[in-house]
């Protein structure tokens, strides 16, 4: 592993533990074993960490969002699969999905923006495949918003309990949390 992908590992731990705001460099630099003025010749600061850390994951889920659109699956087979997304990035990601989702406000200019728009992007190609579902029957008429939110509000959270859990209840959230979260809303 490079120096540079070390230092975004152990930042994104740091992170993920105290919050973006909370870390210094130095505080890096001691986890690294390292003295802070040798962060930069690998880094640029803080700021270059965080969105490099933010906009991989965000990229990953664009990603995922492409292949899901671009396979002929009906809305609920689309929908399983972009559940099963977030449980892979999850397990991916651990600490920098965290990172993302407590600490993204933190991010300046060119990146911050880039991540409202990736993070737009995604919301509404994921609406668009709810709608596309209630359209064609496989979903009940609910609000779109609603079914958005409550989808999202539970796979954001899935690097809470991702840590805690063995091997087989991973296994397990794979095979059932799609059928968890879809049954309520299929038709």
């Known amino acids: 592993m ?8 152990t930042a994104a731990q740091l992170f993920k533990d ?8 130095r505080d890096l630099a001691a986890a690294m074993d390292m003295k802070a003025a040798s962060l930069y010749n690998h ?10 850390l933010i906009l991989e994951v965000a990229q990953e889920f664009t990603a995922g969002m492409d292949a899901v659109e671009e396979n002929d699956n009906s809305a609920f087979a689309k929908a399983e699969q972009l559940i099963l997304l977030h449980i892979k990035i ?3 990601y651990t600490n920098a999905l965290a990172v ?17 728009q990736l993070r737009k992007n995604y919301e509404l190609d994921f609406k668009k495949i709810l709608e596309s579902g209630i359209a064609t029957g ?4 609910l609000s779109v918003e609603t079914l958005l939110f409550n989808l999202l509000s539970t796979l954001r959270s899935i690097y809470l309990w991702i840590p805690k859990k063995s091997t087989t209840e991973v296994a397990d959230l794979k095979k059932e949390l799609p059928q968890i979260l879809l049954t309520g809303i299929s038709c």
């Open 2 to 9: 490079s120096r540079k992908k070390q230092i975004l590992k």
């Open 18 to 25: 105290r919050g973006y705001s909370a870390v210094t460099m």
């Open 43 to 52: 880094i640029s600061g803080k700021q270059e960490i965080l969105a490099t």
């Open 90 to 92: 999850a397990l991916e």
């Open 100 to 116: 993302l989702n407590t600490d993204w406000m933190h991010l300046e200019g060119k990146q911050y923006q880039q991540y409202i």
């Open 138 to 141: 496989e979903f009940k008429k």
